[in-house]
Each structure stands twice: as C-alpha cells, then as structure tokens.
C-alpha cells in the first residue's frame, strides 16, 4: 500500500538526496521546514552546505509544476509542499504550543494523517521529536537509509575449520585454491578441525578464488612496530599492500589502528617512496565543551587538534631510535615535504594525487563528508580510514550512521578496498580494561 512520509528538517540536512529514496511513496515536506532550512543556508559547514542544495533541489521542481500541488517524482510518487493552518494546530494537545517550529511541523502530519486514508508516517532524526509524535498518535520512524547496524558490521575477518591436508598445502604451495561466499581482501583464518591450535592465516583473492599468505612486514618491524595479534597481522597486510587503494579501520581504544596506519603510511612513503608523501588528517570536534578560539597561525591553531598524531610519530621515532636507528624528526619529515598534518575543512576542490592519507577519527564524519574525502583521491593516492563507532563526539551521527561504518558496509565487496575489525587491545592493560568496563 503506497505510504505518505513527512520530512522533518534535520532529515534534509543530513541527506539532501533523502526525497528521493521513498521508493514510489509520497513525500510531504511542511512549509515550516522551508523555513528552517533557510536559516541554515549561509552557513560555511556541511549543514549550510546540505541546506542550499536541498534548496536548488526543491527550486528545480518547482519549475516543473507548483509544489503545493505536488511535483511527481522519478520513483512514481509525489513530492508536495504541505502549507501549515491554525486548525491543523488545534490536531495537538495544549501543551506543544505553536510558536516552536518542531510543534508545526507535527501539526501538518497530523492534519496529512486525518486527510489521507494511507498510512502516514513521520521521519525525523530528533529522537525527543519521535517520542512527541508517538505521545499523540502518530507514527514516527528514524531516517535509516544510510543506517548500519554496529552489531552487524561486517568485520573483514573470518574462520574456516578444514582439514589437516589443507593448511599443510597452504604452507607448501604458499597459496590455497579457495572459493566460497567471502569478500575481497577478507581475512582468513584456517583452523585444522582435529587440531584447532594448528593454523594459518591469508587474505582472500576473490577474482582467482585463492587464499594467498600475508605479506610479512621487515625484521625489525614497520618503524619498529611489529603486529601483536592477528588482527594487527591482517590489518598491516592490507596497509602495505599499494594495489588496496581503500582500508578501514574499526576498533576500541587502544587497538592500534592509527599507530599501524602511520607507521605504514612512513613507511610506504618515507623509506619506500611509493607515495610522495603522508598526509594525515582528522575531523575537528571536541571532547566535551569546546574551549573556544585557539590564538596563532593555523599550525598553532591546530596543535591541540593534532596532538594525537604528533604522540603517535613521537612514538614510532623512539621506537625506532631504540632499535639502533635514526630516523628523522617530525619536524624534519614536515619540512622535507614527507609528512603533512591538516584539517579536513578545506578539503573539497582538491586533489590529492600519489599520497597516503590517513582519516584519523572518521567516527565523526557524516557519510556525504566521507564521499567528499574519498572522491578527493586521485591517481596513485591511498586513503586509510580509523575510528572507533562508540567514540562519537558530532551530535549528528550515531554508531550506526556514521560515515565510517557506512563506508565498511558499501565497499566491502570491492577489489580494491579491504576492512579489519580490530577488537584486543594493546596500548596497556589499563586502558583495555577501561575500554571494556566503562
């Protein structure tokens, strides 16, 4: 049965395409938030970005035929500017009162709802909005289009019980032919059935159905980091590997993901020379309330923002000093053109050719935001993407519809994009008792 749905303001923000993934279903989007989105329109962030866009969106098919009439739509149904009345308020209780534009808005879903004989339904992503709506009898539903369920996410990993001949011949031949439903680049963890402590480990080759062996990293380790369990071996395997052009890294504190993503990323461009150089970057979004504007030039502006990866270089070069080695300062590797550290905000309109990228903390980007970085990258460029999904300091996603998590679940089936969940933390048995207590 075709279904009516009306969309609140933040569904627009957040997905300007959003009216165009109701399938052949009506669309209905209340005068007030017409408004609501000019407010936002001369911002310089992605929400002000987002509001004109659903505005050019809007303004193309007006030209098309009047809104308040309806507009049909590619899917087969209509999109329509539903007008607010001071009887459609008198649909509500006393105590949501007219003056808030949130009161409005439930007010013209519910008038849709006493007009039309489909199902109504109200998509908002305000969950305090839903409960309102439910309280009056309203069915009211999250936008899920871009929704992954963490519980669900795929993990780039898994385990295969085979026989003793099998993991034998893995390790005589260096491969195995292998076929069965697993993605490319995933990880595989051959157990012997009779022996389950006897195993061996590969990444999967979905175009020749082979289960190839990890690429071992150098003796003294990658910047003197060596993996420490198997999710580490599997997730440096796919970093150091030039033909994956895509990798994300999802895990709790402290499992190593951003320091295996830079020591790879110095690696494959400083010693190597595969990339011309490492460039990191990471949303700017605080911890709790925001200090407000920092004094200096843009690079002091951005040390605070930044010291996190200034701790992880710092220690991969005493690491590596440890060892026996020298290697360059940070400041000398900045300085020589072989490591940058920026801020995503000016980001669009570049591009970004023959580098190594790293997205620390993509658990704070929106999924248009990661769109944004990933088509930035040009020829030769791989770009690495770490974040912990329970880590979220951006009000506007969740767990479930960040942009880290949606891009998992839409690259995992591509050849030149490989993922590891990594769960066992390493940076001390403090902080991995934090990470799983607290």
């Known amino acids: 049965m075709k279904k009516t749905f009306i969309l609140d303001t933040n569904v627009l923000l957040h997905d300007p395409q959003a009216i165009f993934k109701f399938e052949d279903n009506d669309v209905i989007v209340p005068i007030t938030v017409i408004e609501e989105i000019d407010n936002f329109k001369k911002d310089l962030s992605e929400t002000g970005r987002n509001a004109r866009q659903i505005s050019r969106i809007l303004d193309s098919f007006r030209q098309k035929a009047p809104l308040v009439d309806g507009v049909p739509l590619e899917g087969g149904g209509i999109l329509k500017v539903e007008l607010y009345t001071d009887g459609s308020m008198k649909l509500l209780p006393p105590e949501l009162r007219a003056d808030r534009g949130d009161n409005r808005i439930l007010a013209v879903a519910m008038d849709m709802k006493k007009q039309c004989s489909c199902p109504v339904i109200f998509v908002t992503k305000d969950t305090n909005l839903r409960i309102k709506a439910d309280a009056i009898g309203l069915r009211a539903e999250d936008y899920e289009s871009d929704k992954v369920s963490i519980e669900e996410l795929y993990s780039g990993t898994a385990q295969v019980v085979v026989n003793k001949d099998e993991v034998d011949r893995f390790y005589g031949?260096?491969?195995?032919?292998?076929?069965?439903?697993?993605?490319?680049?995933?990880g595989?963890?051959?157990?012997?059935?009779?022996?389950?402590?006897?195993?061996a480990i590969g990444r999967y080759n979905a175009k020749m159905e082979r289960l190839n062996p990890l690429v071992r990293p150098p003796k003294d380790g990658v910047w003197g980091i060596l993996p420490r369990n198997r999710e580490q071996q599997f997730a440096l395997d796919l970093l150091l590997d030039d033909d994956i052009q895509l990798v994300t890294l999802v895990g709790?504190?402290?499992?190593?993901?951003?320091?295996?993503?830079?020591?790879?990323?110095?690696?494959?461009s400083a010693d190597e020379g595969s990339f011309s150089r490492l460039l990191v970057s990471r949303p700017v979004f605080p911890m709790g309330k925001d200090l407000g504007f920092l004094p200096g030039d843009v690079e002091e502006k951005l040390a605070p923002w930044m010291q996190p990866i200034f701790d992880n270089v710092e220690l991969l070069l005493g690491a590596v000093e440890e060892r026996g080695k020298r290697k360059r300062g940070y400041k000398e590797l900045v300085d020589m053109g072989l490591m940058e550290i920026e801020p995503l905000t000016y980001i669009r309109g570049r591009?970004?050719?023959k580098q190594y990228m790293i997205v620390d903390e993509a658990q704070n980007l929106t999924p248009h935001e990661i769109k944004t970085i990933i088509?930035?990258?040009?020829?030769?460029?791989?770009?690495?993407?770490?974040?912990d999904p329970y880590q979220i300091d951006n009000p506007y996603v969740d767990s479930s519809s960040n942009g880290l998590t949606y891009t998992v679940e839409k690259f995992k089936g591509q050849e030149i994009a490989g993922h590891v969940t990594l769960t066992k933390g390493e940076r001390?048995?403090?902080?991995e008792l934090a990470a799983n207590l607290l």
Request: aromatic share 8%; net charge positive; glycine share 12%.
């Open 173 to 186: 031949q260096g491969y195995l032919d292998f076929s069965g439903p697993y993605y490319p680049n995933q």
């Open 188 to 199: 595989i963890t051959l157990a012997e059935a009779s022996n389950p402590s006897h195993t």
């Open 252 to 268: 709790k504190a402290g499992t190593g993901k951003t320091l295996l993503a830079i020591a790879a990323g110095l690696f494959k």
């Open 351 to 353: 591009s970004i050719p």
């Open 375 to 387: 088509t930035r990258a040009g020829e030769g460029t791989k770009i690495v993407l770490t974040g």
């Open 428 to 431: 001390s048995q403090l902080a």
